[in-house]
């Protein structure tokens, strides 16, 4: 990857981070103490949890139903298709995991930091 690739690749991660902390301590957080009220479908720390549970099974069921979808679709489409969506959800997933191995290292910023400027 080209210096310039590395630049914007980067970006995009402190973007992505960014969002992720942004909607969990201004959004979620105040909801869960009864702060505010975003529209979740949780007002507790116990309905949290409970809605991280039920969430996970459904995204199990979706990714059941997505390759069950693909494997009826003519074979070369059907390979196709399901390489396409596994490297994009991959990628996305890998995308949350590093967040998650940062987060628990105390390395996500909140803010965005400010670049070094050359002389």
Do not use: W
Not at 35 to 43: I, K, M
Not at 62 to 76: D, Q, V, Y
């Amino acid at each position: 990857m080209t210096n310039i690739g590395k630049f914007f690749a980067a970006i995009r991660r402190q973007v992505f981070f960014n969002t992720i902390e942004r909607e969990m301590k201004t959004k979620i957080t105040p909801q869960i103490k009864g702060r505010a009220d975003y529209g979740y479908p949780f007002s507790s720390k116990d309905e949290l949890h409970k809605k991280r549970l039920e969430i996970s099974i459904e995204l199990s069921d979706t990714l059941h139903e997505l390759h069950i979808a693909g494997l009826k679709m003519p074979e070369n489409e059907c390979n196709a298709f399901l390489y396409i969506a596994h490297r994009d959800l991959n990628d996305r997933v890998k995308a949350y995991l590093e967040y998650a191995r940062a987060r628990k290292e105390h390395r996500v910023p909140i803010e965005p930091q400010p670049a070094a400027m050359p002389a």
